[in-house]
């Protein structure tokens, strides 16, 4: 089996031309976040802008907390997204009938505090599972992502889902080698650490984090396939 580098998807995207500086940097996907208590929340004027550059350049993403089922399949219908992530508490059926209802890829992500909640993952029979961080601080509790902390890999040991893992949670180009090592990600996804603001990206850190991707050593690592 040829071995590969993970893929790249950077989230938290609310403008053209960061959108499109992530995709000339060769990133899979970009993340446009639809929760309104989200500080990287893209605006539908914005996604459609983004939508109409990027499309069958890039993987689009569309990111959601508990939305309501009309409302997700509406906005994925409006912007043609390839990807769909669910990141409150969305249940199994729910997950299923997005993807049946909209034909898109299912990204089903779940915060990690201790080994239940990557069991917990487990139920979801979707396309991708995204592997985020619960913080530690309460305020923060409700950004559902983009934290810039890390959870304990280790906790990934026990994992026996084939699900292809997206991993995030304060990943940087500091760290992402040890966490290509540490979980073998189908993956890595990219908020706070590449930004210079919330919301608007930095192109060093930006350039950095897809560059230290794919300089990761292949050799000393599984790779997970893109699923059929």
């Known amino acids: 089996m040829t071995q590969t580098c993970p893929k790249v998807k950077i989230c938290g995207i609310t403008d053209l031309d960061d959108a499109v500086m992530a995709a000339e940097l060769g990133a899979w996907a970009v993340g446009m976040i639809f929760y309104e208590g989200s500080p990287r929340r893209c605006s539908l004027e914005q996604a459609q802008q983004i939508a109409a550059a990027l499309r069958r350049k890039v993987a689009l993403c569309g990111v959601f907390v508990n939305a309501p089922l009309q409302e997700v399949l509406r906005t994925s219908e409006e912007l043609d997204l390839n990807l769909l992530q669910l990141h409150g508490e969305e249940g199994p059926s729910y997950c299923a009938e997005v993807k049946r209802a909209s034909g898109a890829s299912v990204i089903k992500a779940g915060q990690v505090s201790g080994p239940g909640d990557v069991r917990d993952l487990e139920r979801f029979h979707v396309d991708f599972h995204l592997l985020d961080a619960r913080s530690r601080i309460p305020a923060r509790r409700a950004l559902r992502g983009g934290t810039g902390e890390t959870f304990d890999w280790s906790l990934l040991g026990a994992r026996r889902s084939k699900v292809p893992l ?44 897809i560059d230290a991707v794919a300089a990761c050593d292949s050799s000393e690592r599984l790779t997970v396939g893109q699923p059929a």
């Open 166 to 209: 997206i991993l995030s949670g304060g990943l940087h180009a500091g760290n992402v080698a040890e966490a290509i090592a540490a979980t073998h990600p189908f993956a890595l996804d990219s908020a706070s650490a590449t930004e210079a603001a919330p919301g608007r990206k930095d192109p060093a850190k930006l350039r950095a984090f």
